[in-house]
């Protein structure tokens, strides 16, 4: 799954949904995605943890992945109220899940070792960890935006390992950009996504580093997904705001399938 030589959509329903819309949601998801099943994309939402018996339990998810938003840093059963566990979320057929997103490292103090840490035990799940990187607006103002995200990355990696990496997908993500409705600029996208894939290099061998997707996220539309995904080393989109709702999503996916790269 996640394999790099599609366009990868993947939504984050951030703390959205009810048993009754998801059940809405799901339906007209999966009629879309049948109805461009010739795209080359791949598709997948974290949603809330609490929901994902009620899409996993579904037999017709075909080609869609189930994904969570975010996973207990300890791995072992134990008194951690309120936790989900990597192998509580394998029960429920859970592809992926978000580590790191912004929003987590600003309300739940979330620093590198802990993403790592957690991606560790997806990791040991056989769950792929969508690691999240990114500047805030002071930085991208002070010209540290790149040196700040390499450090973010270089640290998760190094925690991670050189091996275990190459099973990771990455989500440069600007803070600044989430949910604002502004976007990265291509040249800022371009520029990031080079000096995430040549640190990968460095890190790993080069074959290796190139197979590791690397998604953009940031107020991404149905409006502005096609530029973003030709950009170069994007492959593919983390979407938040417009992967809640199917009118917005629907046509998101559709632009995307269309445009074989
Ligand atoms: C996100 O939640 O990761 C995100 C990118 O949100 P939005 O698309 O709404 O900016």
Redesign the pocket.
């Known amino acids: 799954m996640f394999q790099k030589k599609k366009t990868i959509v993947i939504g984050?329903w951030?703390m959205h949904g009810s048993v009754q819309n998801n059940e809405v949601f799901l339906e007209e998801l999966l009629s879309t995605m049948e109805d461009i099943s010739s795209g080359d994309y791949e598709c997948g939402i974290a949603i809330p943890s609490i929901y994902l018996f009620q899409f996993s339990s579904r037999s017709d998810l075909g080609s869609f992945h189930l994904g969570a938003q975010n996973v207990a840093q300890w791995s072992d059963f134990g008194a951690y109220t309120g936790e989900i566990n990597a192998k509580m979320l394998l029960e429920f057929d859970c592809k992926f899940s978000?580590v790191g997103?912004?929003?987590r490292r600003k309300y739940f103090e979330e620093t590198n070792e802990i993403v790592a840490t957690k991606a560790n035990h997806l990791l040991d799940c056989g769950i792929v960890p969508l690691v999240?990187v990114g500047e805030d607006q002071q930085e991208r103002e002070n010209d540290a935006a790149v040196e700040f995200v390499t450090q973010q990355v270089e640290q998760i990696c190094s925690l991670i390992g050189p091996e275990k990496i190459k099973k990771c997908i990455f989500?440069y993500?600007p803070i600044w950009?989430?949910?604002?409705?502004k976007v990265a600029a291509e040249s800022d996208i371009k520029e990031m996504h080079e000096v995430l894939r040549n640190f990968l290099e460095s890190f790993i061998d080069e074959n290796a580093a190139h197979d590791i997707p690397l998604l953009y996220?940031?107020?991404?539309?149905d409006k502005n997904v096609i530029s973003i995904v030709q950009t170069e080393n994007v492959d593919g989109?983390?979407?938040?705001?417009?992967?809640v709702s199917m009118e917005t999503f629907g046509k998101l996916l559709q632009n995307v399938s269309g445009n074989h790269q």
Not at 217 to 221: A, F, H, L
């Open positions: 984050n951030k978000i997103h912004s929003e999240c989500a993500e950009a989430i949910g604002s409705g996220g940031g107020s991404v539309s989109v983390l979407v938040g705001g417009a992967s």
